[in-house]
T-cell receptor, first 116, second 114 residues
Framework: ETGVTQSPTHLIKTRGQQVTLRCSSQ?????VSWYQQALGQGPQFIFQ???????GRGNFPPRFSGLQFPNYSSELNVNALELDDSALYLC???????????????FGPGTRLTVL | QQQVKQSPQSLIVQKGGIPIINCAYE??????FPWYQQFPGKGPALLIA?????SEKKEGRFTISFNKSAKQFSLHIMDSQPGDSATYFC?????????????FGTGTRLKVLA
């Protein structure tokens, strides 16, 4: 059973650019959640995808968007990058059953994004 | 009301000591309380979790104590080892608006001295 993987590991962008981060969920999991973790802080919920549809969103602007694919992998897209977007971006996968998303979430290693 | 307050911010103990990390919450709808361990450059790893219908849960050297009336829960690490040096996050969640949103504490950086 493979765990959650994310790519790339590190990324450097300049303000105003766009970025795409990728996540492969753990085998058997159909739900992916994305989090932003600023330095020295706890992860903050961005949004969640369940069976290819957005299934909840945190307090992040629309320039943060995502996709989930039929194989349950996911992308996080951020447009018009700002300096404050510099953070570790984490995805977490879990196993949903019907409309009930199970509690346990398993995190990937994260993508470190630096915006200059 | 959606916050989870975690303390202390950092903690240093000797090997074999019992560090205790505390979290407090306001939202009584929360019904699942996990603890995560995070090493530098890695994602958080689920350590142990508790539901509010029990007051204590043990897994190996890790124990969660839960006080529902006080809306507090804590992590105890028995016989702590240098390898336990990491950042620990508490979290809380409940089903709302079609999903489980995890609310994380701000983290406790633990250092266990050899």
């Amino acid at each position: 059973e493979t765990g959650v993987t994310q790519s790339p590991t590190h990324l450097i962008k300049t303000r105003g650019q766009q970025v795409t981060l990728r996540c492969s969920s753990q085998s058997g999991h159909n739900t992916v959640s994305w989090y932003q973790q600023a330095l020295g802080q706890g992860p903050q919920f961005i949004f969640q995808y369940y069976r290819e549809e957005e299934n909840g969103r945190g307090n992040f602007p629309p320039r943060f968007s995502g996709l989930q694919f039929p194989n349950y992998s996911s992308e996080l897209n951020v447009n018009a990058l700002e300096l404050d977007d510099s953070a570790l971006y984490l995805c977490a996968s879990s196993s949903g059953k019907g409309l009930l998303v199970w509690y346990e979430q398993f995190f990937g290693p994260g993508t470190r994004l630096t915006v200059l | 009301q959606q916050q989870v307050k975690q303390s202390p911010q950092s903690l240093i103990v000797q090997k074999g000591g019992i560090p205790i990390i505390n979290c407090a919450y306001e939202n009584t709808a929360f019904d699942y309380f996990p603890w995560y361990q995070q090493f530098p450059g890695k994602g958080p790893a689920l350590l142990i979790a508790i539901r509010p219908d029990v007051s204590e849960k043990k897994e190996g050297r890790f124990t969660i104590s839960f006080n529902k009336s006080a809306k507090q829960f804590s992590l105890h690490i028995m016989d702590s080892q240098p390898g336990d040096s990491a950042t620990y996050f508490c979290a809380a969640t409940h089903y709302t608006s079609g999903t489980y949103k995890y609310i994380f504490g701000t983290g406790t950086r633990l250092k266990v001295l050899a």
